[in-house]
């Protein structure tokens, strides 16, 4: 079913894919912000933004991308730090998870493959916490391969671009109108630009469209256009996001985050112990809260984020 439906839409959007490519590329080679990863096909450079930037805007990424980069400036010196560091550098990130989990993808680089960064997306997707979308955007944007992948501002240029507002299209055949969309040889300006456009242009919320190079040939313009809607863009879905984003303060997730955060304002190799972490991670903390705290604390154990032993709770070494 699937099959079939990624044939229709790629026979009914083929007539466009020259023009589109024209237009897309034009505009982001004039538009394009100078951004550090675009500057290099380092690998691992690469990585540590594409890993960076997954849940992280790019304006709070810039900085601690540098810094970052500073203090481990190659895979071998990520793979040999402590982790403890690692972690202490990823600060103001959040989902600390990411930064254990790249340094166990470059300790594994270093130990099962030499130090030598591999280049098919098969093999990238089984280093630790490197999915399909990361996979492809190493094997494209370090080794220049013409690979498709998808991550929310790609997906959401080709639903709109391609498929009709209506459509409730999967994700399988829109990566194969991905993958069939992609110029020759062009793979890498064109996945940038994809991304560029998502993120400065098509946003969730608000798509400018007036200003898109690519109104004239987009699906979702059109239908919209024809209905008067974009004259209210979007508005719902904002709201639906806004919604989301109230519930962190008292999560799991924070009360994570603020237990990394008291151990990394700690001595290197210091640890603490339960009563005297309780009260950093909530005021109001009592002996009565000490199952809430043991389930978080063996949750980020098992993350590889803490150590929890009989001198107290601290960051891995
Ligand atoms: S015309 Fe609008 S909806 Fe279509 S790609 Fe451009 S910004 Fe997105």
Known sequence: MSICRSIDLINENLLIFDELHQALLNWFSEAARDLPWRRTRDPYRILVAEVMLQQTQVDRVLPK???????FPTLQALAEAPTADVIRMWSG???????????RAAREIVARYGGIFP?????????????????GAVACFAFEQDVAFMDTNIRRVIRRVFTDPADMVTERPLLELA???LPVGRGWAWNQALME????????????????????????????????????????????????EQPFIGSNRYFRGRIIEALRALPPGAALALNDLGPQVRPEYTPADEAWLTALIRGLERDGLVVWNDAGVRLPE
């Open 65 to 71: 991308y540098e810094a970052f980069l500073e203090r």
């Open 93 to 103: 990130l959040g989902y600390n998870r990411r930064a254990v989990n790249l340094q």
């Open 119 to 135: 280049q098919d997306v098969a093999i990238l997707v089984t280093l630790p916490g490197i999915g399909p979308y990361t996979a």
């Open 179 to 181: 993958r069939a969309a």
């Open 197 to 244: 456009l998502g993120s400065l242009i098509c946003t969730a919320e608000a798509p400018a469209c007036w200003r898109c190079p690519l109104r004239d040939l987009c699906r979702n313009y059109a239908a919209r256009r024809s209905s008067d809607e974009h004259l209210t863009p979007l508005q719902p879905r904002k709201r639906i996001a806004e919604r989301r």
